[in-house]
């Protein structure tokens, strides 16, 4: 071909083009709440898919509640009425708290499937896709907070406080359960496979949440032990949910969780220091996996070294995004 016949095919091919192309103006950049609120539709739109996410929130508010209320009352208080009534803030609060390990294994499957650097791509605010998870993983810890109530109150659980003093231990657990998700989403970033996350979340969880103020008074037990659980901040937590539930709380107990809130929310973010502008080049090279070009084809003799490339590739990439 011709320069001068390519010369005159350039009108009609710009002509398919621009018909190809939307004349309507470009939309707006979406805000942070709106790319947030977004994420999370996402994210209750997965538990529609997939309702077996369902399993642990559902099956972990009556195992415990049940469990314990019979396992214990008897011994412990002599009635298992007069233990629930102390047992029910501390099971709400340990089912919440683990519940919101999903939030770090949710995070890295979606990292190690390749998920975010599609997110990565989109002209959205940076963070909007973690919390957006996260407050789709509120939704799971109010229907697990509504399950151990009701649960509770069919048992023989009366509340001093009424109404609102529920609806308050309810909203505490939900902004202390918002900000411990964060230190999840960490270990998300850094760890290589949702079964890792889990296991990791889990060996923190487990130790603060028995050995708190949950089941037994702290005075019943050895000194070393007890100093432990007057640090614990699941004890603070505990017994700031009791007092609001029955109507015994004071301005410390709840300033005491909210502080804690916010110090685990300081903490993420500053885990994450703030970097320089990047170039357009530095740019472009944060939309492949790794910050490099890992272009190369996938081939019989190397899936397992690709995958684990692309997922390291994806958690890097993903922190230095967050931290821009």
Request: proline fraction near 6%; hydrophobic fraction near 50%; charge should be positive.
């Amino acid at each position: 071909m011709t320069t001068t016949q390519t010369t005159a095919l350039r009108p009609a091919a710009d002509q398919t083009v621009h018909s190809a192309l939307s004349m309507e103006a470009r939309p707006r950049r979406p805000s942070a709440l709106s790319a947030s609120l977004t994420f999370g539709w996402r994210a209750l739109l997965k538990i529609k898919h997939v309702p077996e996410q369902l399993v642990d929130v559902i099956g972990i508010p009556i195992l415990f509640t049940l469990l314990f209320t019979y396992l214990f009352g008897g011994a412990l208080s002599g009635s298992t009425g007069d233990y629930l009534q102390s047992l029910l803030p501390g099971t709400l609060a340990m089912t919440l708290v683990l519940v919101s390990v999903y939030t770090g294994v949710g995070l890295n499957t979606d990292i190690t499937e390749g998920t975010f650097d599609r997110f990565r791509s989109l002209p959205i605010w940076r963070p909007a896709a973690l919390v957006g998870a996260l407050l789709g993983d509120a939704a799971r810890n109010l229907l697990a907070a509504a399950i151990v109530i009701a649960l509770g109150l069919a048992m023989g659980f009366r509340p001093n406080g009424g109404v609102a003093g529920v609806l308050l231990a309810v909203a505490l657990l939900l902004v202390f359960s918002f900000s411990l998700a964060w230190i999840w989403t960490a270990l998300a970033l850094v760890l290589r496979t949702p079964g890792a996350v889990s296991n990791a979340s889990l060996l923190f969880v487990f130790p603060l949440t028995f050995a708190s103020n949950v089941f037994v008074e702290p005075r019943t037990m050895p000194s070393w032990l007890q100093a432990f659980v007057d640090a614990n901040p699941i004890s603070h937590l505990v017994t700031a949910e009791r007092g609001v539930m029955h109507g015994t709380a004071t301005g410390g107990d709840v300033a005491w969780v909210l502080l804690t809130s916010a110090a685990l929310v300081a903490v993420r973010t500053a885990h994450h220091p703030p970097v320089p502008q990047q170039t357009l080049n530095e740019r472009h090279n944060l939309s492949m996996p790794c910050g490099r070009d890992c272009r190369k084809p996938m081939n019989a003799a190397s899936p397992p070294t690709w995958h684990r490339h692309t997922a390291a590739g994806a958690r890097a990439g993903y922190r230095r995004a967050l931290a821009a």
